[in-house]
């Protein structure tokens, strides 16, 4: 499997977007982080957006839809269906996948693969360019117990896996279908039997990732967590990877508690992240305090709420007055932060290539 980059950034893929920016030029974004509902049929202990738990709204098929069709006319590259609940429990998503992927968007689906079944998979599993299963445990009690499930769930998990593999190979899809590893002191030990299993299933990917606290979480788990101990299950997972490509984010992890190399954030124009309810924010750090809701798609298309008085006034703030080292740890646009800030601060010297 090719590099997916997991700890790094795609920008360099999108050249002219990213002149276009630097150009001052007000971009389209490339990415979507799309929540259809806010209903979940879990409720993890570790749950990054734990405080916005009130009552469940989801999105109508039409705004959706309507709101796909606004971006595919302006340059969105990429949607994934995730968001602060269980994107399969809103009825119609795999018809709302494949009307996107019709678009010509990019789509990706982020699940915690209770719903992840036969049903849904033969409707839209050829249209998904990747899935990502979140399984957190390697064992039905653990995983019941970190994601407050019913007691088979981690086994409806592991035989919805091996039937969207069977699907995937006998229709010849070219859809990624991966997992994760929320790495916990609570789960640590478990990891090796996770991949184990995986490894059998024949998914394509594990990622093993660290714990990133939301400023407005609730939530207390990573209370005397230090990855510093836990570097080496990256060794013991070796004997799986001839099966399944494992990606251990050591660098990530590493950085959890480091100062970001940046004063501001500048990958904010890339993407959005689009709430059950329909407000539009510029990312995860600030869902659910409406000052930052750039506006509301059940009111206003994608299009007229991007190009929006409100939204540049967002932006301006992001720009100028936010200060990012209290922004979320681990952010998601670090890796593109990163990179546009040294394409606009470059050092001395920077003709001798």
């Given at each position: ?146 994601h407050n499930a019913k007691e088979d769930d981690f086994d409806k998990i592991l035989s919805n896996l091996t039937d969207a593999v069977d699907i995937k ?77 494992i990606i251990f984010r050591k660098k990530t992890m590493e950085k959890r508690f480091s100062k970001k190399n940046y004063d501001r954030c500048l990958g ?51 720009y100028t007055k936010n200060d990012v080292q209290k922004c979320r740890e681990l952010c998601r646009l670090d890796a593109v932060n990163e990179y546009l ?13």
């Open positions: 499997m090719e590099d997916l980059r997991i700890d790094s950034h795609k920008l360099i893929y999108h050249v002219k977007r990213v002149n276009d920016w630097l150009n001052g030029k007000n971009i389209y974004p490339i990415f979507l982080d799309v929540s259809p509902t806010s209903a979940c049929n879990h409720n993890c202990v570790f749950c990054g957006l734990d405080y916005t738990h009130k009552v469940p709204v989801t999105l109508k098929t039409k705004v959706l839809k309507d709101m796909v069709k606004d971006c595919a006319k302006n340059g969105v590259k990429s949607i994934m269906y995730a968001g602060e609940g269980e994107p399969l429990l809103h009825k119609e998503l795999a018809q709302i996948i494949n009307f996107t992927h019709d678009q010509g968007i990019d789509v990706a689906l982020n699940t915690n693969g209770v719903l992840f079944d036969k049903t849904f998979c033969k409707k839209a599993l050829k249209d998904i360019v990747w899935s990502r299963v979140s399984i957190d445990a390697g064992t039905k009690k653990t995983h019941k117990m970190l190979k006998k229709n010849k899809f070219k859809t990624t279908i991966g997992t994760q590893f929320l790495l916990l002191k609570e789960n640590a030990n478990e990891l090796s039997t996770l991949a184990s299993k995986l490894s059998k299933i024949g998914v394509d990917y594990l990622i093993v990732k660290p714990y990133s606290k939301h400023p407005l979480s609730i939530n207390n788990i990573a209370e005397g967590l230090n990855y510093k101990d836990m570097m080496d299950l990256d060794k013991s997972l070796n004997k799986y990877r001839k099966k399944i490509n904010a124009p890339f993407w959005a992240y689009i709430a059950a309810t329909g407000d539009i924010y510029p990312c995860h750090n600030f869902l659910g305090v409406q000052k930052f809701s750039m506006g509301n798609l059940n009111d206003n298309s994608f299009s007229s709420i991007w190009k929006s008085e409100k939204r540049k006034k967002i932006m301006d703030f992001l800030w040294e394409l606009t601060h470059p050092g001395e010297h920077v003709n001798f290539i």
